[in-house]
């Protein structure tokens, strides 16, 4: 399982369906990092619609609560016990808290496992997405009252690009850049490891990568430095062979902010030398990024080139052509496309008047689908998958 670059056909996709945690979302949109409130119920149609497209192309896709449920439950929605049950009660049980001032833990924790052991696996699926806390006054066993409950919901698991990379090695787990998504580092790495998959690597310490930040392109890398991912992050990567490629570019933003907190908001692949670019990261001085070169030399990435400026090094350098897109089309995210096979992509359907037409004319196919309500959560087709296998 890797990824050598974002233009070869896709074939395995990691997605997750927002369900009833993005509800929490919708009551504080800023705090939990969306952009504005949404209807969640036309978000899921959006997104299974969007997974509906994928299929009809031979794209294997996986979903997370259905990858959860695997060898759980028959066809027939009964329990099958073993290994993988266990391994779900598990995961239940660490992602449900119960706290009391007047109960030992000892029994907190058995009246927990007896409540776990007895209930549905799509309530165990609910628990892990919605992690609840009970909080319990009671000085018996028999007697407790629940004084407050409490979720931190996976709110912006969704975006499934951002928990990991997945490089022409394998797959990397990163480290989120807000609290409030850290866990879903933890539930993604799960996942993968009931797909088969395997980490090869994960970001520790002080160190912060996100997926939206990591673009690879044939022989070389990409990976901006920003908003979400910290040299510290970046550093680890290219200190624990977790590439091969020939080159790493670091594409160091020099105005992150949360409008295009991720370099696929800004930048992004729609086949061989052909990119996306929001046109003042290549026309303005201060929004322009400079680049750090790392070149692999007797396997190991040295600094061979600092501060090269973002336009030289991908028309000039690379020899990329560049569809320029004006700050609107970049809010209403045009430039956050999947990239399905070289000059394939899949986007939104109103970004603008003019935007359809800049594609027609770089011969590039498309098909526009209705992200409207889901792209509402701060991001938009790009940052709901995770590629996960291309050839």
């Not at 993005?22 to 119920?41: I, Q, S």
């Not at 011969?363 to 309500?373: E, G, K, P, V």
């Amino acid at each position: 399982m890797y990824v050598k670059s974002e233009f070869q056909a896709a074939k395995k996709i990691l997605m997750h369906t927002p369900g009833e945690e993005v509800y929490f979302g919708t009551l504080h949109a800023e705090g939990c990092l969306f952009e504005a409130p949404f209807d969640r119920m036309i978000a899921a149609n959006e997104h299974k619609s969007y997974i509906d497209e994928l299929r009809s192309r031979n794209i294997e896709v996986n979903v997370v609560s259905e990858v959860l449920l695997e060898g759980v439950i028959d066809n027939a929605g009964q329990i099958v016990l073993g290994t993988e049950y266990d391994q779900l009660i598990k995961f239940a049980l660490d992602s449900l808290t119960y706290k009391s001032f007047t109960i030992n833990k000892s029994d907190l924790n058995n009246y927990k496992r007896d409540s776990i052991e007895k209930m549905s696996p799509y309530d165990l699926v609910r628990i892990i997405l919605q992690r609840p806390v009970i909080e319990v006054d009671g000085k018996s066993r028999g007697m407790k009252t629940v004084s407050n409950i409490s979720v931190m919901p996976l709110m912006n698991l969704y975006f499934t690009r951002d928990q990991q990379i997945i490089t022409d090695k394998g797959l990397v787990m990163g480290k989120m850049g807000r609290g409030v998504r850290q866990i879903e580092v933890e539930v993604m790495k799960y996942v993968f490891s009931k797909i088969g998959i395997v980490p090869i690597y994960q970001v520790t310490g002080s160190g912060v990568l996100e997926g939206g930040d990591y673009i690879p392109v044939g022989d070389f890398a990409l990976i901006g430095q920003g908003d979400r991912t910290n040299p510290d992050g970046i550093k680890q990567l290219l200190d624990n062979g977790v590439f091969g490629f020939d080159e790493i570019a670091v594409v160091k933003d020099p105005d992150p902010g949360q409008e295009q907190m991720h370099l696929d908001t800004y930048f992004n692949i729609v086949g061989d030398k052909l990119a996306l670019v929001e046109t003042s990261r290549v026309n303005s001085p201060k929004r322009m990024p400079l680049v750090d070169v790392y070149s692999l030399q007797a396997g190991r990435y040295v600094l061979s080139r600092s501060d090269v400026d973002f336009t030289d090094y991908i028309e000039n350098e690379k020899q990329f052509n560049l569809i320029e897109l004006d700050k609107n089309e970049q809010l209403r995210y045009g430039i956050n496309v999947l990239c399905i096979s070289d000059r394939n992509i899949i986007t939104s359907n109103d970004v603008s008047g003019n935007y359809e037409g800049k594609l027609i004319r770089r011969n590039i196919n498309f098909t526009a689908l209705d992200f409207s309500n889901i792209r509402l959560g701060y991001g938009s087709n790009h940052c709901m998958t995770q590629v996960y296998s291309r050839i």
